[in-house]
């Protein structure tokens, strides 16, 4: 078991290759919310609804980096990669909302159809 704990993020696909990102990047894997049903007698259980997976990121914008490019990812895999050896594929993915720019950065959410742990 290694002492390392994740600091860096990073994220590719196969059309852009990887795409440098800001810190803070995240990844919701997605799967079953669970939500507290309540009746007269107090929580009587819980029912379950589906929850998407996705990304959320900032990249940097710089010379080379389309956001055009970036916000028309419709169906591909995106790998999310930490560097404490961890990596994620996030399957079918498409860009969820038109990409946003401000000075130097692009920030980015992705959605996908499942995200699978990717094991050595």
């Not at 059309?15 to 939500?35: F, N, Y």
């Not at 996030?90 to 946003?100: G, I, T, V």
């Amino acid at each position: 078991m290694s002492n390392q704990v994740q600091g860096r993020i990073t994220i590719s696909t196969a059309s852009l290759g990887v795409i440098r990102s800001m810190p803070g990047a995240t990844l919701d894997l997605g799967g079953v919310k669970r939500e507290p049903v309540e009746d007269d007698q107090g929580t009587a259980g819980y029912k379950e609804t589906p929850s998407t997976p996705k990304i959320e990121a900032t990249f940097v914008k710089k010379g080379g980096v389309s956001a055009r490019a970036i916000g028309d990812i419709s169906n591909e895999d995106i790998s999310f990669e930490g560097d404490d050896g961890s990596h994620y594929v996030l399957r079918e993915a498409w860009c969820s909302e038109p990409p946003q720019l401000s000075a130097g950065e692009i920030k980015v959410t992705f959605a996908g159809i499942r995200c699978d742990e990717v094991t050595a």
